[in-house]
């Protein structure tokens, strides 16, 4: 396997500065707005930035070998391109739908011997699945699952009645309970590319903590929202190293069967060419006597690049051949000078190295070939 042609940069090979490895992920413009003082990046992340930096430009093997095996961030725009191919996007819709597919059922503890207490039960299990309909829970969960497996990271956001779609409103917390969420305020829920988000501060500087590497916010598209009202899932979490690169998500399934995928589509081509060229008509002549050059070509004729055969009569003659063998016609040549055979490779094999290949493929995400 040629590791060179899965790397995540330009073919220039490692990036000019080591710490591309580790610098937090660059949004779009436009994503990240302009922060109020309060809510500022914590100042000890571009500290451990900066260190994880220095380590970098001390180990070019392992760097090396991040870059060309793939393993770097390959990016949203390359990820989504990479998830209009079948053998990128199944999987993940697969596992999606899988998670979503038997959906749940809701129950109550108070369900049970008193008449009242069930009849009440069912009426608030009844309001609870009618609410679910509303808000497409089930559909919003599978794109959620699919975002995650797609890019390495998925978000749902929280729509609340009256609440403008600014920072000054979004960035504030959502308390649920007597004194926060009144009843009936949710509005709607809806997923978010996370190309469009990208987080504006977090804890580095304590482990023991509990939000260390965990933003407290996320900008999108300029708004900036509170963690509690964006839903968030990495399906494949990277080491916190990494995490500032990722976008603070993680590896997509996209990203973990690249190499696998490459190698089936290798495969599967060069077994579709052996197919199609799996026999060869062989015609033997003779070039130098039936396909000789005129003599009487004249003194300013030029010489044939192949001596004295004309390559033109070799390839016309070729050509006919092709022509017969293909429409299953007659062969005609000539018995004293020409002899015709065939070639035949043999295909036997083939199914089995193109079912090994599609096995590992399907054996990164887990899923039977059956399926």
């Known amino acids: 396997m040629n590791l060179r042609s899965f790397r995540g940069h330009s073919s220039g090979g490692l990036p000019s500065d080591p710490r591309l490895a ?18 500022a990046m914590d100042s000890g992340s571009l500290e451990a930035v900066a260190d994880m930096g220095g380590w970098a430009a001390t180990v070019a093997p392992v760097l090396r070998d991040y870059f060309e095996d793939g393993l770097a961030f390959l990016g949203y725009p390359q990820l989504a391109q990479m998830a209009q191919r079948a053998e990128f996007r199944k999987p993940c819709e697969v596992i999606a739908r899988e998670a979503t597919r038997e959906w749940i059922e809701i129950r109550s503890d108070k369900q049970g011997a008193d008449v009242g207490e069930n009849d009440g039960a069912a009426q608030r299990i009844g309001e609870i699945e009618k609410e679910f309909e509303r808000l497409n829970v089930r559909r919003v969960i599978r794109t959620h699952v699919l975002h995650g497996l797609l890019y390495g990271l998925g978000h749902v956001w929280i729509g609340i009645k009256d609440a403008a ?7 504030q917390p959502l308390v649920i309970g007597e004194n926060g969420m009144r009843k009936g305020s949710l509005e709607r829920l809806a997923n978010i590319e996370p190309i469009w988000t990208t987080p504006n501060s977090y804890n580095a500087n304590n482990p023991l903590a509990r939000n260390f590497y965990k933003p407290d916010n996320w900008w999108v598209l300029g708004t900036m929202v509170d963690s509690s009202r964006l839903l968030t899932t990495i399906p494949y979490p990277v080491s916190q190293i990494l995490v500032p690169a990722f976008n603070f998500g ?9 190499a696998y995928v490459h190698n089936y589509l290798a495969t599967r081509n060069s077994t579709a060419t052996i197919v199609r060229n799996f026999s060869k008509l062989v015609l ?33 003659r070729a050509a006919y051949m092709q022509d017969v063998s293909e429409g299953q016609g ?19 094999g083939l199914d089995s190295l193109q079912a090994q290949s599609m096995e590992a493929m399907a054996s990164i995400p887990g899923i039977p070939l059956e399926h």
Do not use: H, W
């Not at 610098?23 to 809510?39: S, T, W």
């Open 165 to 171: 779609l600014t920072t000054q409103a979004q960035s």
């Open 330 to 348: 007659t062969i005609v040549v000539d018995k004293e000078r020409e002899d015709a055979s065939i070639i035949a490779t043999p295909l036997s």
């Open 284 to 316: 033997k002549t003779d070039m130098t006597g039936n396909m000789q050059t005129d003599i009487g070509a004249g003194m300013d004729a030029q010489p044939m690049p192949y001596g004295d055969v004309d390559m033109a009569s070799v390839q016309g």
């Open 250 to 258: 993680g590896q997509s399934l996209i990203q973990l069967l690249r």
């Open 22 to 39: 580790f610098d937090a992920y660059m949004p779009p413009e436009g994503v990240r707005g302009k922060a109020p003082d309060a809510l």
